[in-house]
């Protein structure tokens, strides 16, 4: 929805104080690994004045294991269902900001859920600005399968179209990620 424009910062506390104010559910954040959701998320939970919640972090919490362990023990659709129950839950405890897996919005069942309790914020973000973050950490077990690129482009591809359906889109980029939360927050207010 928006594309790198610019805000003042009149116009921005203006903003931060009508959806503090009159948004009453979580901001969720989706899109795929490296695009920024919980760095930007973090931010835009300050400048709301909100909690911020890294999805992944909960189930792992939750579960008491790694996400990779997980999926390895009991296969992607136990997972799947276990991040719903999560993301839920957060949903219901916080109506702050939650960044999403990248995984998460995909699933028929949490992309319902999400768009009828949450606003749904998709962080999008070109294919070499992705491979070059994601590069920095060796953290991404999907990407030591083959080449990051292909692999992204092609995640890209299949998951554009359920991204597509959350209610704001902002495109992430290089530059600090406060631009990124600053375009969330003009975005959302303009939804409003």
């Not at 805000?7 to 695009?35: C, F, Q, Y």
């Not at 911020?52 to 008491?64: G, L, S």
């Not at 995984?103 to 949490?110: I, P, S, Y």
């Amino acid at each position: 929805m928006t594309e790198n424009s610019a805000i003042n910062d009149s116009d921005l506390e203006h903003a931060i104080t009508r959806i503090a104010r009159d948004l009453d559910k979580p901001i969720a954040l989706v899109g795929l690994m490296g695009v920024g959701k919980s760095t930007v998320g973090r931010r835009l939970a300050s400048l709301l004045d909100r909690d911020f919640v890294d999805a992944d972090d909960a189930i792992e919490e939750a579960a008491q294991r790694k996400i990779s362990e997980i999926f390895e023990e009991f296969g992607e659709e136990y997972f799947r269902a276990g991040e719903r129950r999560v993301i839920a839950r957060l949903m219901e405890e916080h109506s702050g900001v939650i960044a999403t897996g990248g995984g998460a919005f995909v699933d028929d069942d949490t992309r319902a859920l999400i768009l009828d309790q949450a606003v749904a914020v998709w962080i999008d973000c070109d294919i070499d600005t992705l491979v070059e973050r994601t590069s920095r950490r060796n953290t991404r077990p999907l990407l030591r399968t083959g080449d990051p690129k292909e692999i992204l482009t092609s995640l890209h591809e299949a998951r554009q179209p359920f991204y597509s359906q959350a209610q704001i889109r902002v495109e992430s980029r290089d530059g600090p990620h406060s631009d990124v939360a600053n375009d969330i927050i003009e975005a959302i207010d303009r939804w409003m």
